[in-house]
């Protein structure tokens, strides 16, 4: 049975860490490009970072540039987001997703979908 598993999520304070797991079963993770994205309450669905497949390469969203941190373990099949400096507009539900092997930010592409974990950075 092929399935993405996240993570990691929680409540957490301005300024202070989580790092999000996404576990696969049924398939090999190193084959896909791996996109984190996220979606807060009212907004789009947003691609906040990849890992290509190909050749390890990483994207970011502007946003989370130098905070975040993308990273695959093959042994483990898992990738993980480390979030560090994280802000109030950084709450929202993130999901993991395997798709082509090159990033592209388009959900459309993307083969499997993960469940979400619920991330809120609130003082």
């Known amino acids: 049975q092929v399935q993405l598993v996240e993570s990691g999520g929680g409540l957490v304070q301005p300024g202070d860490s989580l790092r999000l797991s996404c576990a696969a079963s049924?398939?090999?993770?190193?084959?896909?490009?791996i996109t984190w994205f996220r979606q807060a309450p009212g907004k789009q669905r947003e691609g906040v970072s990849c890992i290509s497949s190909s050749d390890g390469s990483t994207y970011y969203v502007d946003s989370v540039k130098g905070r975040f941190t993308i990273s695959r373990d093959n042994a483990k099949n898992t990738v993980y987001l480390q979030m560090n400096s994280l802000k109030p507009e950084d709450t929202a539900v993130y999901y993991c997703?395997?798709?082509?092997?090159?990033?592209?930010?388009?959900?459309?592409?993307?083969?499997?979908w993960g469940q979400g974990t619920q991330v809120t950075v609130s003082s």
């Open positions: 997703a395997a798709g082509p092997r090159q990033c592209t930010p388009n959900p459309n592409r993307y083969n499997y």
């Open positions: 049924g398939f090999t993770l190193r084959y896909y490009a």
